[in-house]
């Protein structure tokens, strides 16, 4: 067939099935080429990893609360009374080839698939990317971290070990907390009394049906707006307002992506057959009345247990009959989380009605550009970490000898005092680094050359980044974007190196009408 009848063909296809002309569209597309939008795709990357390994542990695991005598081939645990689900899971570990490893590639997928979560939201945060109109993109992005986070409970649970005990009881308490629909609650979880033989069958249809299934419709969604809407991408004075710079989707994108996909595989692979996690054989099966010290949650789960623990005792009794009281533990395990899920949703609309600015945006901003923004971004996250440190409050005051007390009461005050501290702080960076920028702009770079003036006097030489007036200043605009600041950056105002280890267009390519032997013209024309 030559070519002209090819194309016949193909337009005749494309008139019939209509396909053609949208996979034009999206496989021309171009998207911003930067490291740091690497993030959301990574978390991609290990769902497909969690997708296809928990699928092969569904093939095995058996989610049955059905009392089995252990004679696998752990010889600690054999002859012991425990669940179906637990003994399934030792099996996976001990008697199943390769078992061990899909197991803990599942866990560090999972791990690796929550920190690419929430390092994609504080980027998408401190760059103001959730600005209109991408507001839905942050909320789709906060329902992915918290769909993950229940999902990721869900998975320690159903393994039914000492941990999973731990953790099913302090659900109980949670559940039991709340007013009013506290106990019909809990009993209608649990199927009647704690633990019930009932949890672990619905654990297990939530997270191998329900929630993924969640996940992947919201990770659907988010890929489908990135797609549709005009890619953010940082500014440049020397790119048109409207034009997006970077690959196009084929063959060049695609193909870094199918590479990228392959590490994030390669990576979590090597973590699963190297690195121990979750050593269920360790805890022993769970059991109501046991639980274990020391136990910790996953770290994207630290933060609600560390705030439980530092909930002062403090009991509300309502004047309602003989009196009613709402235990302390209903404020930090059901209330903090509500906000908590609640603020971060609202603050896009918050924000923009503060600022009143109901434009679209594009563009990002760098952090110092919006310090009151970067403030409250750094005060949200010490609020977060001082809470994510006293989860692991009994680990430390074991390890460094210290009294448990005194670390709640460390965990309280820095509570209090440290995110306060953390928002000043930042602030004064910001600006701080925004008053760098706008003196190098003025008065050029420090090129460590110290001139002894006549009256014996001492002063650093500049270099201007562009002719400089009869002052010796120069009148170069505050673009939002990088300034070089020492000498062998001149030159480099747009990223010198713009791959993520190697550069991937030379010199020659820094823009239309710039020579490649002339640095600082470069630099000056794109200032
Ligand atoms: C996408 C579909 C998924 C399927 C079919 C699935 C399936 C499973 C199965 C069958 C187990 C029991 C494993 C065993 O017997 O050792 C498990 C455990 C687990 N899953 Fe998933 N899962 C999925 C997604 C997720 C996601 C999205 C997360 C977290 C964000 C997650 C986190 C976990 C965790 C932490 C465990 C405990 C793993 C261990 O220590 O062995 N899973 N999953």
């Not at 689900?85 to 390769?98: E, H, K, N, Q, T």
């Not at 979590?268 to 057959?273: D, E, K, M, R, S």
């Amino acid at each position: 067939m030559n070519k002209r009848s090819t194309g016949k063909t193909g337009s005749a296809a494309d008139s019939r099935l209509g396909a053609v002309t949208p996979l034009r569209g999206v496989l021309n597309r171009v998207f911003p080429d930067h490291w740091s939008f690497l993030l959301g795709e990574i978390a991609l990357y290990s769902f497909v990893v969690l997708a296809v390994t928990g699928t092969l542990l569904a093939l095995l695991f058996d989610p049955s609360m059905e009392d089995v005598v252990y004679d696998g081939s752990y010889t600690p645990l054999q002859g012991t009374h425990m669940s179906a689900a637990y003994a399934s899971a030792l099996d996976i570990s001990f008697d199943v080839r390769g078992g061990l490893l899909m197991r803990q590639m599942h866990h560090w997928a999972a791990l690796l698939f929550m920190a690419a979560i929430v390092i994609y939201l504080l980027r998408v945060f401190f760059t103001g990317a959730f600005r209109k109109p991408r507001k839905l993109k942050w909320t789709i992005g906060l329902l992915v971290f918290w769909t993950g986070l229940v999902t990721g409970y869900t998975g320690y649970m159903m393994m039914d070990d000492g941990m999973s005990g731990t953790g099913m009881q302090i659900l109980q308490g949670i559940l039991l907390s709340i007013p009013v629909a506290g106990t019909w609650l809990a009993s209608s979880i649990f199927g009647g009394e704690f633990p019930g033989d009932v949890i672990i069958g619905r654990m297990y249809l939530l997270h191998v049906l329900l929630l993924p299934g969640i996940l992947a419709a919201l990770m659907l969604v988010q890929i489908g707006l990135r797609l549709r809407q005009k890619p953010i991408q940082w500014p440049d004075p020397r790119r048109r307002k409207t034009a997006v710079e970077g690959e196009r989707m084929f063959p060049r994108y695609a193909m870094q992506r199918a590479g990228l996909l392959m590490f994030v595989f390669a990576v979590i692979a090597l973590l699963g057959g190297m690195v121990q996690v979750n050593p269920v054989w360790l805890f022993g099966p769970a059991r109501a009345a046991d639980v274990s010290a020391l136990s910790q949650p996953a770290w994207y789960v630290m933060f609600l247990d560390g705030a439980v623990r530092l909930m002062p005792p403090w009991e509300l009794t309502l004047p309602i009959g003989d009196g009613y009281a709402v235990p302390p533990i209903f404020w930090a395990a059901v209330v903090l989380p509500g906000l908590l899920f609640a603020v971060p949703m609202a603050y896009p609309f918050i924000e923009a009605r503060v600022r009143r600015d109901n434009r679209e945006h594009h563009l990002l901003v760098r952090p110092r550009d919006a310090p009151t923004r970067t403030a409250l971004g750094a005060m949200a996250v010490t609020f977060y970490l001082v809470l994510t440190i006293a989860g692991a409050g009994d680990v430390i005051a074991l390890t460094f000898n210290i009294s448990t007390n005194a670390m709640t009461w460390a965990g309280r005050l820095g509570l209090l005092l440290l995110p306060p501290l953390a928002y000043w702080i930042t602030h004064r960076i910001c600006l701080g680094l925004q008053q760098h920028d706008r003196q190098v702009l003025a008065h050029g770079v420090e090129t460590g050359i110290i001139r002894r003036l006549p009256h014996g006097g001492f002063t650093e030489i500049h270099q201007p980044l562009a002719t400089p007036d009869h002052n010796g200043h120069t009148d170069l605009r505050y673009a939002g974007r990088a300034v070089p600041k020492k000498m062998n950056q001149l030159g480099a105002l747009a990223p010198a190196v713009r791959g993520f280890l190697k550069p991937i267009e030379g010199p020659a390519d820094l823009g239309p009408g710039v020579e490649a032997d002339e640095p600082h013209r470069q630099h000056r024309d794109a200032a």
